[in-house]
């Protein structure tokens, strides 16, 4: 009887959510119909070339190959990518001291489960 009581509280709730929001409905819109002069003209736009950031200098066009970006810039982010790499890698070396390659020391024979944890046996 509960449930039923909870499905029916559910059902109320819903219905006054969808009183509020007579926007939201479960039936879609209509699919409108693209007209094939804007595909056409959309590939035609894309298949522009724009520009490719060249200058020209004394009638011969350069490209800049430094994307605009000073080339101190460019050396100051090379120089810090390849001292803080170096940094890392050296406090990685020093910090990180590798396992020993040898097998641990044996220090007497098996014992069993039971006799570690001072439990009785589980045969008897």
Not at 77 to 96: D, H, P, R, S, T
Request: hydrophobic fraction near 50%; include cysteine.
């Amino acid at each position: 009887m509960a449930r039923a009581g909870v499905c029916v509280l559910l059902a109320a709730v819903a219905g006054f959510a969808f009183w509020l929001l007579p926007g939201v409905s479960f039936v879609q819109a209509p699919q409108r119909q693209i007209e094939p002069a804007v595909v056409a003209g959309a590939a035609v736009v894309a298949s522009v070339p724009l520009g490719a950031d060249a200058f020209v200098y004394k009638g011969k066009e350069y490209f800049d190959v430094f994307y605009g970006i000073e080339p101190l810039a460019w050396a100051t982010c090379g120089f810090a990518i390849v001292y803080y790499g170096a940094l890392l890698k050296n406090a990685a070396q020093k910090y990180n001291k590798p396992a020993s390659l040898s097998p641990p020391p044996k220090i007497g024979g098996f014992r069993g489960k039971e006799v570690e944890n001072s439990e009785p046996n589980y045969k008897a």
